[in-house]
């Protein structure tokens, strides 16, 4: 529930976004820092909040994040740019709290065999929400107007913070089992920690660009209206969410996760470019699916092999976890703002597009680096 309501708030401004550059009269550029800003928060804190663990309660961690996410219910009262961006860093900083927290859950409560299946469902959680408010903001901000669209999804998180409150369980927890900031500095430098994490960085990039500015994109080159065009956006998450439900599926059966990388990586470097230079084409759906299915597949493999990197503690899994976040995050910070700007100087979304398309081969690039240690024996994987 929680990645569920989390997700339907994160992606959800890209297709109201003429509305906001209209209302507010505010730059590409500008618009694009309400998406950027919420990753950017969630790069720059999920480290700290991720050392604060061991030394902090998690159910208290998870609680603070809850309230965090909330901070969109206030949309309704804000009168200017600027208390609407405040708004967005706020949710972004949930996020900083809540992912360290939910890897260290993950690894305490579920075995090796377990962990695959468990971060695919909880990752699922997320683009199936995306898809419904992607697709549906447009639509639902003609009726009720782009203000209140927020302030309900701030709302839904608002009673899942009362929800955790109530019922959250405090098992698992690690007090007393803090790393030192020695310890914690020594994990962040691993090599394949670092490696996991610029895999990760440029896809998660592109993945971000494109949906902060393809429904504009659609709707300001193509002529599609802002409900096709969010619908169509729709289809990345659509995408992703149906592969997580099947890749649960198979999860037990999964032996070699650095070809899932491989494929993926191929994929969402093929595909990304595809999204822009066929859109108005008959198969300009193809690259839309196929990104969407790339783009979520790797991302519980990924988390699996930084949890099954031999000899590190729950402790230091959730700082390699913060790690991976923090990077790819802060070039996925980058990526709307810069798309932006690039239109804002050329006229074309083109230039933006195509520089992170291309960043998107990181996948790829990393993970022949990465060291071949994650196959699992046949017997194991299927036990």
Known sequence: MQNAFFGASFFVIGPITPYLIDDYKISHGAAGLLTASVILAQSVLSIPFSILIGRVRLKTIVSIGWLLSAAPVITVLTDNFTSLLLTRIVYGIALAAIIPAQAALVISWFNSRERLLMNALITAAAPIAMTVSTMIAAPVADVIGWK??????????????????????????????????????????????????????????????????????????????????????????????????????????????????????????????????????????????????????????????????PGLTTRQVSIVCATILSIGGLLSFASPFIVGLLHDQTASYLPGFSLFAALAWSLVLCTTLLPRMHRIPRSESLQ
């Open 148 to 309: 209140l669209l927020l302030t309900l999804l701030g709302g839904f998180n608002l009673l899942g913070w009362c929800a955790w409150m109530f019922f959250g369980k405090s098992e698992g927890e690690l007090l007393g089992q803090s790393l030192d900031f020695k310890s914690a500095w020594t994990t962040l430098r691993s090599k394949t920690a670092l490696l996991l994490a610029a895999a990760d960085a440029g896809p998660f990039a592109q993945y971000c660009a494109l949906v902060a500015w393809l429904p504009t994109f659609y709707f300001e080159t193509q002529g599609f209206s802002l409900a096709k065009a969010g619908s169509m956006v729709g289809l990345l998450p659509l995408a992703g969410g149906i592969t997580l439900l099947v890749i649960s599926s198979l999860s037990m059966t999964i032996r070699n996760r650095h070809g899932i990388l491989l494929y993926s990586g191929f994929a969402i470097g093929i595909s990304g470019f595809g999204t822009f230079l066929l859109a108005g084409t008959p198969l300009g759906y193809i690259p839309l699916i196929a990104l969407g299915a790339a783009s979520w597949l790797y991302l519980p493999v990924l988390l699996t092999i930084a949890m099954e990197i």
